[in-house]
């Protein structure tokens, strides 16, 4: 069984940046895809980025490609988050999630490990 812990969000003025971690355990760990998932009061939740578990193919949604950036620390079990030029639309609960796959998948449904989020506020 694989879990997950995020922390780092918090309170950001526009245009700064913030860098979220994703803890994660088990012994399958290895052969699980982590990904970023967002969700803002009365929006559906939303695929962000998510890096396989080699680390070399990492995916982002089109909102966020090239103000983000994913990797991956398997000696250390972590995903880093770097998000940089904030808007006040970043502003969400951040989601660290796992699937068994070896590519990064973008449905949430098809994630079985979640972890219980970290509020990000972008203030104008």
């Known amino acids: 069984q694989v879990h997950v812990v995020e922390s780092g969000g918090g309170l950001v003025q526009a245009g700064g940046s913030l860098r979220l971690s994703c803890a994660a355990s088990g012994r399958t760990l290895r052969t699980y895809t982590l990904s970023w998932f967002r969700q803002a009061p009365g929006k559906e939740r939303e695929f962000v980025a998510g890096?396989?578990?080699?680390?070399?193919?990492?995916a982002y949604a089109d909102s966020v490609n090239g103000r983000f950036t994913i990797t991956r620390d398997n000696a250390k079990n972590t995903v880093y988050l770097q998000m940089s030029s904030l808007t006040p639309e970043d502003t969400a609960v951040y989601y660290c999630a796992g699937c068994n796959s070896d590519y990064v998948l973008r449905f949430d449904s098809l994630y079985d490990v979640w972890g219980q989020g970290t509020q990000v506020t972008v203030s104008s």
């Open positions: 890096i396989d578990w080699s680390g070399r193919s990492p």
